[in-house]
Nanobody, 115 residues
Framework: QVQLVESGGGLVQAGGSLRLSCAAS????????MGWYRQAPGKQRELVAT???????NYADSVKGRFTISRDNAKNTVYLQMNSLKPEDTAVYYC?????????WGQGTQVTVSS
């Protein structure tokens, strides 16, 4: 089993920045991809960004150029630096870790961007 704990969410004004962290514990060996997803009220959960074990990244078009995902394999932690935040970025942000054949989710952290 892998446990994921997110932190760093909060309330910020439009144009501001936040940095999310997700620390993995438990059976963290052979974790492959890690990523961030988000779910706004009344909407489906959507991909924000992913990062492979080798550092390859993938971003949703809506966050390209504003968000940066990174990971520290020694600390089993993945980060999401969010800049130039917009009200439409308001959502619960979830961390996901993939270790074949399973995927694990964190409990989520709320990000609210005021206009």
């Amino acid at each position: 089993q892998v446990q994921l704990v997110e932190s760093g969410g909060g309330l910020v004004q439009a144009g501001g920045s936040l940095r999310l962290s997700c620390a993995a514990s438990g059976s963290t060996f052979s974790i492959n991809a890690m990523g961030w997803y988000r779910q706004a009220p009344g909407k489906q959960r959507e991909l924000v960004a992913t990062i492979g074990s080798g550092g390859s990244t993938n971003y949703a078009d809506s966050v390209k150029g504003r968000f940066t995902i990174s990971r520290d394999n020694a600390k089993n932690t993945v980060y999401l630096q969010m800049n130039s935040l917009k009200p439409e970025d308001t959502a619960v942000y979830y961390c996901k870790a993939s270790r074949w054949p399973n995927s694990y989710w964190g409990q989520g952290t709320q990000v609210t961007v005021s206009s």
